[in-house]
């Protein structure tokens, strides 16, 4: 709970940088070394500079323990750390860059982030415990703060240097038009497309500003610990070279492709980037030149995007080759019978007299329990997805259940029925511990849960407020955004596309609710009862099935089939540039 006050209250971009500091606590990051103090021993200096072996550490574990969260514990251990040792050197010579260019930070933004960081904890002591454990005092990680602001005020410096113009913005809606804009008009979507010419222009700015930074840097005292991890010639491919730090980031890229498959993964790589190289010397023969100073994937990126604007200006067409590309694709254009409505879901919940109920009634059921009869009862009366199977839950290691349910199963006796009612944010359980494994650690059990569930009175109650609800949506003395407000409301916003089939977007197939939709008059609002929970709508259009003319998209029929073809000669380039697995 602290974490996410914490989280609500920083800025995006800090949050991300010093949640960091959160992950390291919980990597359980520690580090000895071979001699003298890890704080003061030198890692390597960068332009004059020294980095700490803790700070190196420290950051390369940082970045380790997220390449882990979401690749897994399985994951090759040098090709992370040539990734991990080299962010850290760019983090340096980004910080460079912000005492270049005279970035200042105030104390008082430095207090504000200390401050969110203390209040994440529940007291001081746990605060200071953690930050011992991890090598930190109080100045070290008011330095990190300071150094990560600094970070962000370099990369808002850089976004602010790019300049979009007029022609890039036309030329990027007329590219996407009918694709990833959906025909609306520049206006609509101008905004957007400025913000992502922004965000790509920055990009390539600052992996500019790296490769040069990169390639003026001085690297000196570096321990020796870190000598594989310096970035290197990987391999050559038709006169590219290509560096460990790109070999390493696509080996990460394809562990999920293998399954975690290290050998194959490398062999991947090499042959895709092969590949990728195939295509930038296919792209060159064209006139393409690659921009110089950009990383490999980039110069990669936008030889493609090049090389494809190119094949659409070679492609060529006739009317009639439209009109037959218009009836191949009829079901594109053809309009589909769709509404529009307002839509609002009222959960029930269980009132604190409903629960009571739950608990007398799981409180009797415990007096009846024997180990005999266990799985019987818990087929005849529990509310949960085991119930079917007796209520066994199997074999489980502390972590794996709920704490007060973890808590019960792990102080009960085997071959007994714990003798008390647990509570738990599902209801109420019963549990049979039936074995325990002090070797490992683990408990096999079965339960019985107790559902809590609205009475009748309580749905009653919750049909008045309903009623209340779409009187007052009906006199408009209220909005279907007002509702977002009301406590029940777990979900109000206005859904397009609703098929008459019952496809709802964003909640799925509700034949039910679809039904009620279109047989209901625009702007009426009513109701419909979904199993425990109410959902109120309100028609506000609804577009009937229509036959697409030639003449009425042949605009978009154009771009489309111009779209198409040059795909089909680019995936041509493609396979032909494409290096098989030896």
């Known amino acids: 709970m602290a974490i996410r006050k914490f989280r609500k209250n920083m800025k995006p971009v800090i949050w991300v940088?010093?949640?960091?500091?959160?992950i390291t606590l919980i990597a359980g990051f520690a580090t000895s070394f071979r001699n003298g103090s890890p704080n003061s021993q030198l890692a390597f200096k960068l332009n004059g500079k020294k980095v700490t072996m803790m700070e190196a550490q420290r950051s390369m574990a940082i970045?380790?323990?997220?390449?882990?969260?979401?690749?897994g514990p399985t994951i090759d251990s040098e090709t992370m750390n040539v990734i991990a040792f080299n962010e850290v050197i760019n983090r340096n010579l980004l910080l460079d860059m912000g005492d270049k260019l005279k970035v200042k930070v105030s104390s008082s933004e430095i207090n504000e982030q200390m401050n969110g960081i203390k209040a994440a904890f529940p007291d001081k002591d746990q605060f200071k415990n953690a930050l011992l454990s991890q090598g930190y005092t109080t100045k070290t990680l008011e330095k990190e703060i300071k150094e990560n602001l600094i970070l962000q005020k370099v990369s808002e410096m850089i976004g602010a240097e790019v300049k979009v113009t007029t022609e890039e913005i036309a030329d990027n809606y007329a590219d996407y038009k009918y694709t990833m804009f959906q025909g609306q008009p520049l206006e609509n979507v101008q905004a957007q497309?400025?913000?992502?010419?922004?965000a790509q222009k920055a990009a390539e700015i600052y992996a500019k500003e790296m490769t040069k930074a990169r390639a003026d840097m001085k690297l000196e005292d570096l321990d020796r610990s870190f000598d594989n991890y310096i970035e290197k010639e990987e391999f050559e491919f038709d006169g590219i070279k290509v560096t460990n730090v790109e070999y390493a980031k696509r080996v990460l890229n394809s562990l999920a492709m293998t399954k975690g498959e290290v050998d194959e993964a490398k062999e991947l790589a090499k042959t895709s980037i092969e590949s990728?190289?195939?295509?930038l010397k296919s792209a060159e023969a064209k006139g393409i030149k690659p921009e110089a100073g950009l990383p490999l994937d980039l110069q990669v990126a936008n030889s493609v995007k090049e090389l494809y604007t190119q094949l659409k200006s070679d492609?060529?067409?006739?009317?009639?080759?439209?009109?037959?590309f218009f009836e191949e694709n009829r079901l594109n254009y053809d309009i589909q019978k769709s509404a529009t409505a307002d839509i609002a879901i009222l959960k029930v919940e269980a009132t604190e007299g409903d629960d009571q109920v739950a608990k007398v009634k799981a409180e009797e059921l415990l007096k009846?329990?024997?180990p005999e009869n266990f799985a019987k009862m818990a087929k005849e009366n529990s509310d949960g997805p085991s119930g079917p199977a007796g209520g066994s839950l199997g074999t489980f290691k502390k972590g794996d259940m709920v704490k007060p349910f973890e808590d019960a199963a792990f102080t009960g006796k085997a071959g007994e029925i714990y003798p008390e009612v647990v509570k738990t944010q599902f209801g109420y359980h019963l549990i049979f511990v039936q074995e325990k494994n002090e070797a490992d650690d683990t408990v096999t059990a079965s339960h019985i849960l107790?559902?809590?569930e609205p009475s009748e009175e309580t749905l009653a109650s919750k049909l008045e407020q309903v009623s209340q609800i779409v009187a007052d949506l009906t006199n408009k003395t209220i909005t279907f955004a007002d509702l977002k407000n009301e406590a029940a409301v777990v979900f109000s916003e206005k859904i397009d596309g609703i098929t008459e089939e019952g496809?709802?977007?964003g909640l799925g197939y509700n034949e039910e609710l679809a039904k009620s939709v279109y047989g209901s008059e625009l702007d009426k609002v009513g109701f419909i009862k979904d199993q425990k929970d109410y959902i109120i709508y309100r028609k506000d259009s609804q577009i009937d099935e229509k036959k697409a003319e030639f003449s009425e998209y042949e605009e978009q029929v154009k771009s489309d089939y111009i779209n198409a073809k040059a795909q089909e000669a680019l995936k041509e380039i493609e396979l032909s540039t494409k290096v098989t697995e030896n």
């Open 17 to 22: 940088v010093t949640i960091l500091f959160f």
């Open 63 to 71: 970045m380790s323990e997220n390449y882990k969260r979401y690749l």
């Open 193 to 198: 497309i400025e913000q992502g010419l922004k």
């Open 276 to 279: 990728e190289i195939k295509l």
């Open 315 to 324: 492609v060529k067409y006739t009317e009639d080759d439209l009109k037959e």
């Open 368 to 370: 009846k329990l024997t």
């Open 450 to 452: 107790i559902i809590p």
């Open 503 to 505: 496809y709802i977007p």
